[in-house]
């Protein structure tokens, strides 16, 4: 059913997780900015050039944050309704019927580094599912899911973990969470937000 654009509210979400790795010695993020500004020539214009150098360093057996996840912007003229998020690579935010969807949708995404053919558990939280806090009624995020890149293959999942194996030469690896979040019938406008643990541990 079509909505007219002007009933639309707006609610934003953007649970956030807090890194933790089991096993770990510690990690680091490095983010370096350059500002190169040329000199000044006579009767000449001068440019101003700005560059970034960024990188991220992880030490061996440790697990660091890359990326917060991101619903973006949840567009509802008071219908109830779901917006799942994909975790996989060029994934995608898909809301249910009389709910609508705009602006970002980024998967959290963790990085580590462990020996190859090394097996890895990844834990979410309880249940998979976490409680979002805003102005109005709790939000529920629920089928929270893993995906790892092709440095990782899926072996199995037990006792609360998924589990990968580290195929890559190099030892260093990545993966994704998405899930997928539920809006209350005449959900409040507004931001609405969580920490999240995600726990790894090397075999």
Known sequence: MAVHPFKREVIRFFPFPVRQALSAVGSGVVCIAIAAIMAAAPAKAQTVTLSQARTVVIEELTMTKLKDMDFGYVLTNGAGGTVRMTATRNNSCIPSARLGHSGICQYAEFAGYGESGRQVRIKLPGGNKLTLNGPGADIQLTNMVVDGTPEMRRTGQGK????????????????????????????????????????????
């Open 160 to 203: 609360g973990f998924v589990k990968y194996r580290i195929d890559a030469a190099s030892g260093a690896f990545a993966f994704r969470i998405g899930g997928t979040i539920t809006i209350n019938p005449g959900q409040l406008p507004g931001v609405y937000a969580a920490p999240f643990e995600v726990r790894i541990e090397y075999d």
